[in-house]
T-cell receptor, first 116, second 112 residues
């Protein structure tokens, strides 16, 4: 079975600074996707970024980027120029395959606070 | 607007009183699933459905039922709720062949 581990239950960062959230996963499969979801106080689950395992290039979305280390099974999220609106719970998630019909396996989450 | 709609958003009920949380999507997605979110545990899958009349258990199915009579709807049924089912519940859907899951707004359930 696949597992996802987020080792930082809580983190804080000053506004405009950079912060990195850690995620490691365990799988014996080679075809999978990795995701970071943001959950603000509104509780909505918002997809931040997605990485395909077969792509070596790290995904980026504006201020959000990942460091995907496939051999180490590591998938960290870097948030640059942190903003107050980035305050949220962040979940790392794993999906086996690419057909969309397998479950998302989530980590326990990291609560990020951006401080003015 | 493409969306997944859950109702109700908040529910307080008593132990043993049957309840249903509805989930509806307007994107013609085949795959739908239910997750529960608990502090320190992240989200865990309860049940999923690959299409109409096709459902299967996820990681934490005990105490729950689902049905998929229509493609757009995937209700979650708690026949006899217990306090350990107090949680935040999410419905999600996705299109076959894609990896983007669309989530509902969540349902905060409290069983007393």
């Amino acid at each position: 079975a696949q597992t996802v581990t987020q080792s930082q239950p809580e983190m804080s960062v000053q506004e405009a600074e950079t912060v990195t959230l850690s995620c490691t996963y365990d799988t014996s499969e080679s075809n999978y996707y990795l995701f970071w979801y943001k959950q603000p106080p509104s509780r909505q689950m918002i997809l931040v970024i997605r990485q395909e395992a077969y792509k070596q290039q790290n995904a980026t979305e504006n201020r959000f980027s990942v460091n995907f280390q496939k051999a180490a099974k590591s998938f960290s999220l870097k948030i640059s120029d942190s903003q107050l609106g980035d305050t949220a719970m962040y979940f790392c998630a794993f999906m086996l395959g690419s057909s969309g019909n397998t479950p998302l396996v989530f980590g326990k989450g990291t609560r990020l606070s951006v401080i003015a | 607007e493409a969306q997944v709609t859950q109702n109700p958003r908040y529910l307080i009920t008593v132990t043993g009183k049957k309840l249903t949380v509805t989930c509806s999507q307007n994107m013609n997605h085949e795959y739908m699933s239910w997750y529960r979110q608990d502090p320190g545990l992240g989200l865990r899958q309860i049940y999923y459905s690959m299409n109409v009349e096709v459902t299967d258990k996820g990681d934490v199915p005990e105490g729950y039922k689902v049905s998929r009579k229509e493609k757009r709807n995937f209700p979650l049924i708690l026949e006899s709720p217990s306090p350990n089912q107090t949680s935040l519940y999410f419905c999600a859907s996705s299109l076959w062949g894609t990896t983007e899951a669309f989530f509902g707004q969540g349902t905060r359930l409290t069983v007393v």
